[in-house]
């Protein structure tokens, strides 16, 4: 299994960026993904999730902190998972992973990346 996240960097606050996740190893198109996020000096935030069926697009979950302002996709013809981030705040900055389950379960299966850093900051 291999998880590889890109697309961060710094942005200032209302900014946007996309996030990116390469998958390979397992069969990503049967396989719910979430995002999940690390501020400085706390735990593990779960970000987002996004099920295996329903086409690319999947359905869709958030956490109350992102809802309206990110949106995760993905295109199992490239065994990408991708996150939208719009009006990000600086509360949003934290590394991000990418990891394989659902909201309830990522934790348990114990497979994501090595994340991408974001930084929203003026």
């Known amino acids: 299994v291999q998880l590889v996240e890109s697309g961060g960097g710094l942005v200032q606050p209302g900014g946007s960026l996309r996030l990116s996740c390469a998958a390979s190893g397992f069969t990503f198109s049967s396989a719910s993904m979430s995002w999940v996020r690390q501020a400085p000096g706390k735990g593990f935030e779960w970000v987002s999730d996004?099920?295996?069926?329903?086409?690319?697009?999947?359905?869709?979950g958030y956490a109350d902190s992102v809802k309206g302002r990110f949106t995760t996709s993905r295109d199992n013809a490239k065994n990408t998972l991708y996150l939208q981030m719009n009006s990000l705040k600086p509360e949003d900055t934290a590394v991000y992973y990418c990891?394989?389950?659902?909201?309830?379960?990522?934790?348990?299966?114990?497979?994501w990346g090595q994340g991408t850093q974001v930084t929203v900051s003026s």
């Open positions: 996004i099920s295996s069926g329903g086409g690319s697009t999947g359905y869709a």
């Open positions: 990891a394989i389950g659902a909201s309830s379960t990522w934790r348990s299966r114990g497979s």
